[in-house]
């Protein structure tokens, strides 16, 4: 901008018209290289005799006396790099003598030199501002962050423990069906020890009821009236063999407790038998204290097994009873640790066959479950389909 004339002969005299585009575009590259370089060259020869400041209003110099702060606003622009490049190849080498920094910068392209001892280098930049959150903009972040934690957490957290109870009522419902099957194996031939797996023979009927609404009258077919039969239910003459084979020769236990399974610890101190359960949901209905999987059987009158993991099977009747009992039994997934609910990790099972085979296998059945549970029937086809 100080010397006009000068590139107007330059783009004059040593510079053809062309009129092709593409050599009008090397033109002018070309003259702005030398508008570049003269004017880099005329800065260093002014500098070198303290003359800048006279032309250049705006180079800053030191107020200390003997140093000079050259600040130059006219570098080349940043489009060119190789151009720049040259420039601050060009001003190191006609640096003045004693000279300590050279300083070029991404913005502007200031460029400073010291002069004299003492003297320092100028560091100028056009953006001091740095990137910050003010403390309003946090909080309001932490507190958003805060809300939707407390909504997907609790999912989150219920999730898992379902898949941790799931993964634990797969294993454990396995490794039983397995054992049961076994257990035939052992014996040789069909243990008649199961319910029916097509159901009862006929829809039955009891005769007399007691407060509680338990039958204590003895029951019949409801469509004729006559006495239910005796495998009504399944065959039940060989339950004891099958009892004995598979507590004591297939299942590795840790401890039996034949009764007094609440007192022996065979039973965690926070279980609750099935009219508890069905009390605590229905307040209004009482449910008979003798009735199967009661709180005052399983802690009193029932067997109880606990396998080598701690997992533990309620047996429906004392383990050194008569044959006659029906093969239905009630696990804990886990053992003694929580929730120790129905519906959670407590669930009930039966043993189902028919007279060809004998025992075929478990069956999910349901006796109490409780609030924020799930049926045998819900949890086995969870897992199972």
């Known amino acids: 901008a100080r010397f006009p004339a000068f590139f107007k002969f330059i783009d004059f005299f040593f510079i053809p018209n062309y009129n092709s585009s593409i050599m009008n575009y090397k033109r002018v590259n070309w003259v702005e290289k ?3 370089r003269f004017f880099n060259k005329v800065t260093m020869a002014l500098c070198q005799n303290n003359l800048l400041k006279n032309l250049f209003p705006s180079t800053r110099h030191s107020e200390r006396s003997g140093a000079t702060h050259v600040d130059t606003l006219g570098l080349p622009s940043t489009r060119h790099r190789e151009q720049n490049e040259e420039s601050l190849n060009e001003i190191l080498r006609l640096k003045p003598q004693g000279a300590t920094h050279v300083g070029m910068f991404d913005n502007n392209r200031r460029a400073a030199f010291t002069l004299a001892e003492g003297a320092t280098h100028v560091n100028m930049s056009n953006n001091n501002r740095r990137a910050a959150f003010t403390l309003a903009e946090v909080l309001i972040t932490l507190g958003i962050i805060g809300i939707v934690a407390a909504l997907t957490i609790p999912t989150l957290v219920k999730n898992f423990q379902d898949n941790v109870l799931k993964n634990q009522y797969k294993k454990m419902y396995s490794v039983l069906n ?6 035939q194996t052992l014996n040789g031939s069909p243990i008649k020890c199961f319910y029916w797996d097509t159901g009862r023979k006929c829809k039955e009927k009891c005769l007399i009821k ?18 239910i039969p005796a495998d009504q239910n399944g065959l039940i003459n060989e339950c004891k063999i099958f009892r004995q084979k598979l507590f004591t020769e297939v299942l590795k236990l840790s401890k039996m407790c034949i009764d007094n399974a609440y007192e022996q610890g065979c039973l965690p101190a926070d279980i609750r038998g099935i009219d508890k359960v069905k009390e605590e949901n229905d307040p209004n209905v009482q449910i008979d204290p003798g009735t199967l999987f009661s709180d005052s059987r399983i802690k009193n009158s029932t067997s109880v097994y606990v396998l080598a993991d701690g997992t533990y099977l309620i047996d429906v009747v004392k383990y050194t009873n008569d044959d006659y009992a029906y093969p239905v039994f009630t696990f804990d997934i886990n053992g003694h640790k929580g929730p120790n609910k129905w519906g959670y990790d407590i669930f009930s099972f039966q043993i189902i066959g028919n007279s060809n085979v004998g025992i075929k296998g478990m069956a999910p059945l349901t006796y109490a ?4 549970g799930v049926s045998s029937d ?3 086809n969870k897992v199972f389909k």
């Open 378 to 380: 819900v949890m086995y």
């Open 34 to 36: 030398i508008k570049s």
């Open 369 to 372: 479950t409780e609030k924020g």
């Open 210 to 227: 007691n407060e509680f609404g338990s039958c204590i009258g003895g029951y019949v077919c409801e469509d004729t009236g006559k006495p």
């Open 178 to 183: 397995q054992a049961i099957l076994n257990t």
